[in-house]
Each structure stands twice: as structure tokens, then as C-alpha cells.
T-cell receptor
């Protein structure tokens, strides 16, 4: 079964420190993509970072980096130098091929609180 | 600016009534999606469409219907058959159905009274 698991319902971090949000996935497809999205309290989903299953290097986008460990099937998000505006829900997602079509499967999310 | 517009942002409905949520995109994307989000949970796929005049059921399609008559538009109807329709609904699009990130609208919050 294709599945995304986020085991941390909530995390908190001190401003300016780094934080890691965990994500593990399950798929038997050799080709897949992994995404992280941020959802502030306003509700919109903001794309943060993407990692393809064949990418050799870990993806990075500014303060965001994805720690991709293919053998362990994990794709953790690392946020460096946390800011108060980073407080939000964070979702890990996987593009999976199912029923003849590609679709995005989401985890349950992790709520991050950044403290001053 | 290009983007996805959902309307209305907030909607109240009496039990037994159908309601239609609008989703319009001007990104020239082929694929469009509807997700449902319940409090404290992730997103669950309702319907998706990879091209005009074609759409497929997602994981929780019962009680919902969609149409895709134009590339830009993918309205979702929440029917009276949906047993628990109170939720936050998010529309998304992607350049194609085979790759690339999803771009999301700001969501529609439906409350059944």
C-alpha cells in the first residue's frame, strides 16, 4: 500500500534554531516524488520543496532542505534558522501511481510552533 | 497574476441541500484536483481530472460530483448524499498529471447547519 507517515503531531523549536520534521513513506514503485507543503492558519497550502526518487543529491530551497534516505524510505524536512513565521502545519506528500493515474498522497501533518 | 481562485471562502448549508464550490485556474494547467481536509488531519483526494471532459474518483468520492467542461474550471458539488460534509475543501492544479508540484487555492470552508 502507498502511504505517508508523519509521526510527530506537534513540534516546537526556539527561534533561530534548526528543526527536523519526520516523514516516512511506503511504495513499491521505483519512480516517485516527495513533496513538503506548509499550511499557515489561513489555510492555503504552500509548496516548499521536492525530491525525486532518482535524484542523487538532497534537495535544498533556501532555509529548507530535504534529508532523503532512500533505503530507510524517509524524507525528513530540515528547517534551518527557524523564524516566527515558520509556525504552521507541515505536510509531507508523495506522488504515487495508482489506478492508472498519478495522484498526491498526504500525511497527517506536523504542527510546528516557533517560540521567541 | 496567475493562480487558483476558489469561491466562496465560507459557505453555510442546511442539511439536504446540494452546494457547488467553484475552482478556476489561469495557470494553463492540464490537471486539477479536489481535496478534503478535516480538523487536525491531512488531505484526502475526492476527485481529479487530468484533461478536459475526463475525471476520476479519488479515495472519498461518495456524495460528491464534479465536471470538467473547460480547462480552467473544475467545480465540485457536495450533494445531500454526503453524510458529513462539514470540512475545508482545497482545489489544486498541476501542469500535468504525471509530475510537478500542485498549486493550491485558498480553500473553501463548508459548514452544514
Amino acid at each position: 500500500a502507498q502511504k505517508i507517515t508523519q509521526t510527530q503531531p506537534g513540534m516546537f523549536v526556539q527561534e533561530k534554531e534548526a528543526v527536523t520534521l519526520d516523514c516516512t513513506y511506503d511504495t513499491s514503485d521505483p519512480s516517485y516524488g516527495l513533496f513538503w507543503y506548509k499550511q499557515p492558519s489561513s489555510g492555503e497550502m504552500i509548496f516548499l520543496i521536492y525530491q525525486g526518487s532518482y535524484d542523487q543529491q538532497n534537495a535544498t530551497e533556501g532555509r529548507y532542505s530535504l534529508n532523503f534516505q532512500k533505503a530507510r524510505k524517509s524524507a525528513n524536512l530540515v528547517i534551518s534558522a527557524s523564524q516566527l513565521g515558520d509556525s504552521a502545519m507541515y505536510f509531507c506528500a508523495m506522488r504515487a501511481f495508482s489506478g492508472g493515474y498519478n495522484k498526491l498522497i498526504f500525511g497527517a501533518g506536523t504542527r510546528l510552533a516557533v517560540h521567541p | 497574476d496567475g493562480g487558483i481562485t476558489q469561491s466562496p471562502k465560507y459557505l453555510f448549508r442546511k442539511e439536504g441541500q446540494n452546494v457547488t464550490l467553484s475552482c478556476e485556474q489561469n495557470l494553463n494547467h492540464d490537471a486539477m484536483y479536489w481535496y478534503r481536509q478535516d480538523p487536525g488531519q491531512g488531505l484526502r483526494l475526492i476527485y481529479y481530472s487530468q484533461i478536459v471532459n475526463d475525471f476520476q474518483k479519488g479515495d472519498i468520492a461518495e456524495g460528491y460530483s464534479v465536471s470538467r467542461e473547460k480547462k480552467e474550471s473544475f467545480p465540485l458539488t457536495v450533494t445531500s448524499a454526503q453524510k458529513n460534509p462539514t470540512a475545508f475543501y482545497l482545489c489544486a492544479s498541476s501542469m500535468s498529471g504525471t509530475g510537478g508540484e500542485l498549486f493550491f487555492g485558498e480553500g473553501s470552508r463548508l459548514t452544514v447547519l
